[in-house]
């Protein structure tokens, strides 16, 4: 029987988009991890099978969707479009600030182009322009836009 929403499904998965060099963007493989150099940035993570709840809204709704019906022992590769994953790039997403005003939020921090914020709502911006006068801050998640594969196997459903 295959996973059904509300049931208890552990993974294995790579995800990987879907760009000429197949870059690898996540996975629950520690040796994917190294080879992608994934594990290196991010040393404190530990890679394990992911155990989720499909129709739950734990992930994003084209990975939710290509798990169901699946059956343990299963491997897929899902596809996910950006209108199932992060959505498309949205130039509503790209906020302009006053540079001196911003600058004060940031305690006197000169900001600088490839910068990373987040608000006290917790969105993470990366900020994409400084001149003289203003400062940009696009907001769009740093997938949006892109169309993903996630290499899956299923280990088990409970």
Known sequence: MGIEPGD??????????????????????????????????????????LTVEPGAGQLIEGF????????????ETITVPP??????????????????????????????????IQTEQQQVGEIVHVDEEVVRIDFNHELAGETLEFDVEVVSID
């Open 8 to 49: 208890q499904a552990t993974i294995e998965y790579t995800g990987r988009l879907t760009d000429e060099d197949g870059t690898v963007f996540d996975t629950s493989r520690e040796e994917v991890a190294e080879e992608a150099g994934l594990a290196e940035a991010q040393p404190e993570r530990e890679y394990e099978p």
């Open 64 to 75: 939710d969707e290509g798990l169901i019906g699946l059956e343990e022992g299963d491997t």
């Open 83 to 116: 209108e199932k994953g992060y959505g498309e790039k949205s130039d509503d997403r790209i906020m302009e600030r006053d540079r001196d005003e911003f600058e004060q939020l940031l305690d006197g921090e000169v900001p600088e182009e490839g910068m990373m």
